[in-house]
């Protein structure tokens, strides 16, 4: 089993910025993609960014392509979500996956293990 812990998460005024930070640990995986998603109340869990093993690929949602910028550090086995000019709309609770086939892509269904998510809400 991997286990993921996600920290970070606060309130933010708009135009602020907060840094996620999600560290595995548990089963040792060979090579993996770490992703964030988030999910509003009331709305569907959607795909916010994604980084493989090497962190030679990155993946971000339209939504927040020049605000948000992923990134890992494989030594610690932590992944980063460092998140720039926060809007409203960015209130979620935001979750850390990993994929231990290293595909880097945005699908849900891509992703076997789940953090159990940390509540980020920007306020005006």
């Known amino acids: 089993q991997v286990q993921l812990v996600e920290s970070g998460g606060g309130v933010v005024q708009a135009g602020g910025s907060l840094r996620l930070s999600c560290a595995a640990s548990?089963?040792?995986?060979?090579?993996?993609?770490m992703g964030w998603f988030r999910q509003a109340p009331g709305k569907e869990r959607e795909f916010v960014a994604a980084?493989?093993?090497?962190?030679?690929?990155?993946v971000h949602a339209d939504s927040v392509k020049g605000r948000f910028t992923i990134s890992r550090d494989n030594a610690k086995n932590t992944v980063y979500l460092q998140m720039n000019s926060l809007k409203l709309e960015d209130t979620a609770v935001y979750y850390c996956?990993?994929?231990?086939?290293?595909?880097?892509?945005?699908?849900?269904?891509?992703?076997?293990?789940w953090g159990q998510g940390t509540q980020v809400t920007v306020s005006s």
């Open positions: 980084i493989n093993w090497s962190g030679g690929v990155t």
């Open positions: 996956a990993v994929d231990p086939r290293n595909r880097a892509g945005t699908a849900l269904y891509l992703y076997e293990y």
């Open positions: 548990g089963r040792t995986l060979v090579t993996y993609t």
